[in-house]
């Protein structure tokens, strides 16, 4: 088993930005990919962004290309979110997720950590 852990939520005014991260603990040899999705309330689930251990390789949603940045630090099992210029609409809570296989937005992620609530305020 894998277990993920997210910090680094929190309340932050528009136009700020925050960085998340995901330590991810337990067999974590089996997993190929990280990622982080987001739900904000009342809208379905999202898919934000997703790296690879292996060659660190990308993918985001459209969207938030430009002002979200994925990175890993293999060392310490760790991926980061980095969000910049936050808008109000970023307001949601954000998942970590690992994969053992396929990484992107249709994938299936074989972990979940709990969640972490970003708040952008006006």
């Known amino acids: 088993q894998v277990r993920l852990v997210e910090s680094g939520g929190g309340l932050v005014q528009a136009g700020g930005s925050l960085r998340l991260s995901c330590e991810a603990s337990?067999?974590?040899?089996?997993?190929?990919?990280m990622g982080w999705f987001r739900q904000a309330p009342g809208k379905e689930r999202e898919f934000v962004a997703a790296i690879s251990w292996v060659d660190g390789s990308t993918i985001y949603t459209d969207s938030l290309k430009g002002r979200f940045t994925i990175s890993r630090d293999n060392a310490k099992h760790t991926v980061y979110l980095q969000m910049n210029s936050l808008k109000l609409e970023d307001t949601a809570v954000y998942y970590c997720?690992?994969?053992?296989?396929?990484?992107?937005?249709?994938?299936?992620?074989?972990?979940w950590g709990q969640g972490t609530q970003v708040t952008v305020s006006a």
């Open positions: 337990g067999r974590t040899f089996s997993t190929y990919a």
């Open positions: 997720v690992g994969s053992e296989g396929a990484y992107g937005p249709a994938a299936r992620y074989d972990y």
